[in-house]
């Protein structure tokens, strides 16, 4: 069988759109994901993102499965690819146009805004340890700077969910962390009973974040747009940043404003169309 695919990235992470809006259930199973987002047998990704047909009140829905064939409630540079795919797949280029997707983590809107950008109303985030999840705290309490232990050193971590889990902690330069080697331990450790993406901060100013990020089910990428909300969500419960920051990953940079009177984050960044293609199914165990 023969799989038509579009590619996107955003701020160079990766992901496969698939058209799925003519049935509510994905067209590819996560196994057949982990072929796809292969970067040497397959296409090359660190996801795969369905657009499938909507529930109540919204235009559309998402699912995305991980490189490693889990499913996240959420991606934030995912949903401006898809925002991005929509519009190319029904040929509109209107700016100011919004989309209202259903997603494991709620109603959340994209909307065009020119030159490539896509402003993403992200929603609230969810601030307290059962929320994330995580036994960090009390399940009704926040999780802001708490020891945890990891690879022999003690890191004050901040938990944050955008519908996803988050473990933020600020360090003084973020080209110093071995990622490979402490992603991991953070992402499966047990006080993360759904693993967590990790990111690390480095706080250039109060409005400029230096960002990387170990995601969970994915390893390194060189964005993560959710990552990057909670990253600024963290820094003003920490009182090391502003509600309206820049944030620098290095696949590029990330305009995010953490919204004062209803507690939205909105995130505002670009995404690129790159190729179009067929994939082969079971084009791994044919080579
Ligand atoms: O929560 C998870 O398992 C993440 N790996 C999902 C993907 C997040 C993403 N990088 C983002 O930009 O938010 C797509």
Same mark, same amino acid.
């Given at each position: ?80 690819? *898809? $925002?991005?795919? @929509? ?5 509109? #280029? &209107?700016?100011?146009?919004?989309? +209202?997707?259903?997603?494991? =983590? ?21 601030? *307290? $340890?059962?929320? @994330? ?5 009390? #399940? &009704?309490?926040?999780?802001?700077? +708490?020891?945890?232990?990891? =690879? ?136």
């Amino acid at each position: 069988m023969v799989i038509e695919f579009t590619k996107y990235h955003g701020l160079g992470n990766d992901f496969i759109l698939i058209d799925n809006r003519h049935s509510p259930v994905p067209i590819l199973t996560p196994a057949a994901a982990i072929e796809m987002c292969d970067r040497h047998f397959g296409i090359g990704a660190d996801g795969v993102i369905f657009a499938l047909p909507p529930e109540a009140d919204a235009d559309y829905t998402m699912r995305i499965f991980n490189s490693d064939g889990s499913e996240p409630e959420m991606c934030g540079n995912g949903i401006r690819c *898809l $925002a991005q795919f @929509i519009a190319d797949l029904e040929g509109i #280029e &209107a700016d100011g146009q919004s989309f +209202k997707i259903n997603t494991l =983590a709620g109603l959340i809107v994209p909307k065009l805004a020119g030159h490539n950008q896509i402003t993403v109303d992200m929603g609230q985030p969810q601030l *307290l $340890a059962a929320q @994330i999840p995580t036994t960090l705290s009390q #399940e &009704a309490e926040q999780v802001v700077n +708490k020891p945890l232990e990891v =690879a022999g050193q003690t890191w004050g971590v901040t938990g944050v969910s955008m519908g996803n889990p988050h473990c933020i902690t600020f360090v003084d330069a973020v080209k110093d962390i071995p990622l490979e080697v402490i992603g991991p331990q953070f992402e499966h450790h047990p006080v993360f009973p759904q693993r967590t993406n990790t990111e690390f901060i480095e706080v250039v100013q109060r409005d400029y974040l230096k960002m990387r990020v170990w995601e969970r089910g994915a390893g390194i990428t060189l964005a993560c747009g959710t990552g990057a909300c909670a990253a600024v969500v963290a820094g003003v419960l920490n009182d090391a940043c502003d509600r309206c920051c820049t944030v620098e990953l290095p696949g590029g940079c990330l305009q995010i404003e953490w919204e004062a009177n209803q507690g939205h984050l909105y995130m505002t960044g670009p995404a690129q169309k790159v190729f179009t293609g067929q994939y082969v199914e079971a084009a791994r165990s044919l080579s």
